[in-house]
């Protein structure tokens, strides 16, 4: 069972990034999803969460009316897009799954896909 995040790299202020993670090993469709970011020095924080079926989502404040959370249960991948980006949004993004309705608690994900880093310049 592993999450695969991809779609990381380097981008201006103001620019834009789409995230992805895909899914292996088994079929998710049934796991609501969450993405969390960790910069240097910070404890890993929450960006985003969507539902199994994609019926809710949720952001943190800090991102929300820039990023937009989705999923493509046929292709078992959820997506970060990621608009109007600020250098504070640098950090190594995670992808996170669990059974069960989305949170915004981190313990509550236990399966987790290694990270991407995003690093926004000013």
């Known amino acids: 069972v592993q999450l695969q995040a991809s779609g990381g790299g380097l981008v201006q202020a103001g620019g834009s990034l789409r995230l992805s993670c895909a899914a292996s090993?088994?079929?998710?469709?049934?796991?609501?999803k969450g993405w969390f970011r960790q910069a240097p020095g910070k404890e890993r924080e929450f960006v985003a969460a969507?539902?199994?079926?994609?019926?809710?989502?949720y952001y943190a404040d800090s991102v929300k009316g820039r990023f937009t959370i989705s999923r493509d249960n046929a292709k078992n991948t959820v997506y970060l897009q990621m608009n109007s980006l600020k250098p504070e949004d640098t950090a190594v993004y995670y992808c996170?799954?669990?059974?069960?309705?989305?949170?915004?608690?981190?313990?509550?994900?236990?399966?987790w896909g290694q990270g991407t880093q995003v690093t926004v310049s000013s």
């Open positions: 996170a799954a669990k059974t069960g309705g989305p949170t915004t608690t981190r313990e509550r994900y236990y399966i």
């Open positions: 969507i539902r199994w079926d994609g019926g809710s989502t």
């Open positions: 090993g088994r079929t998710f469709t049934s796991y609501s």
